[in-house]
């Protein structure tokens, strides 16, 4: 990837203000505020059901310093493609950008995410994954990790939290021949802010998929946002590429993987696991 940019040059001028809702440690709203300052004051955001649109719309105000529009769970590629056609039909362009949670990009909105690709829309894509439906109480995902206590995968005698690995989301994307996809991670600050100045700059669908740890969702510290995103990278559990024109490149790759226990101990949500879920864990991230 070459150098385009590093935090330091990163514009200063917030698009996602204070007075929002988020948790404390929340890393979703740190992804956003970061995305948002990068875009830009021309740039048009939709949202659709999701933990960003209750922190950020509570009425009468809005956090977003852009148009900002939200409707449905499901809709974020249909609406994206929609406001980017209005947008031609009047003669008008600003970046067309679509915030969306895993639980609205790796299920309910999978279909119009892949139509939206398949049409190459002009518009940029974000899943912003916290790993559960977080808004509605922590509700299991296509994105939540083996292992994982939620509501829907329980804990008990018989079961033991989440029991299928999460899913390669980026590998759908990117098969659909789009023009750039990328993971990004809230610890990685210059392979953040290149990664979206890259994406801002072309045309076409472009994807983005930021990890963003849930203090709640995943009952840990609200302090140690940082430290999951960091060891979520180094043990595996969140790899660092981008695809562009089909190919893969590895923007970021650990000296050494660290085990993933040592990111699984600070999650109250992985403290059930046995040593045989664990080492299972561990021979899964080894073959990807």
Same mark, same amino acid.
């Given at each position: ?8 040059? &990163?514009?200063?001028?917030? &698009?996602?203000?204070?007075? +929002? ?25 939709? *949202?659709? /059901? ?12 809005? %956090? ?19 406001? @980017? ?7 008008? @362009? ?27 829309? #002009? ?24 292992? /994982? ?22 590998? *759908? ?14 610890? +990685?600050?210059?392979?953040?802010? =290149? ?13 983005? +998929?930021? &990890? ?14 940082? #430290? ?10 969140? %790899?660092?590429?981008? *695809?562009?024109?089909?190919?893969? +490149? ?6 050494? &993987? ?10 109250? @949500?992985?403290?059930?696991? #046995? ?6 864990? =561990? ?6």
């Amino acid at each position: 990837m070459s150098e385009m940019g590093t935090i330091k040059d &990163m514009p200063a001028n917030d &698009m996602f203000v204070s007075g +929002h809702g988020a948790c404390p440690g929340c890393g979703m709203a740190v992804a956003v505020k970061n995305i948002m300052r990068i875009l830009g004051a021309d740039t048009t955001v939709y *949202v659709p /059901a999701s933990c960003l649109i209750v922190i950020s719309a509570m009425y009468p105000t809005s %956090s977003f310093r852009t148009p900002f529009l939200f409707t449905a769970f499901e809709n974020t590629g249909a609406v994206t493609t929609g406001i @980017r056609a209005a947008q031609r039909r009047r003669g008008l @362009r600003s970046t067309v950008v679509g915030l969306a949670g895993d639980g609205g990009t790796f299920d309910i909105g999978l279909q119009a995410l892949s139509g939206a690709a398949e049409r190459n829309e #002009d518009v940029i894509y974000v899943c912003v994954d916290n790993e559960a439906y977080m808004n509605t109480g922590t509700q299991r995902s296509g994105s939540t990790p083996f292992g /994982a206590w939620t509501t829907t995968t329980p804990v008990g005698s018989r079961v033991k939290g989440k029991r299928s690995f999460k899913k390669d989301l980026m590998a *759908v994307v990117a098969s659909q021949d789009i023009a750039y996809a990328a993971t990004l991670s809230i610890a +990685h600050m210059n392979d953040f802010v =290149q990664k979206v100045e890259r994406a801002k700059a072309m045309k076409g669908f472009r994807f983005l +998929h930021i &990890m963003a740890p849930c203090p709640s969702g995943w009952k840990a510290d609200p302090s140690l946002t940082y #430290d999951l995103a960091r060891l979520a990278v180094e043990t595996g559990m969140w %790899s660092l590429y981008e *695809v562009e024109e089909g190919e893969a +490149h590895v923007t970021y790759r650990p000296k050494e &993987m660290l085990p993933v226990g040592e990111y699984l101990k600070l999650q109250g @949500r992985f403290k059930h696991m #046995d040593r045989e879920d664990v080492e299972a864990l =561990q021979a899964w991230l080894c073959r990807k």
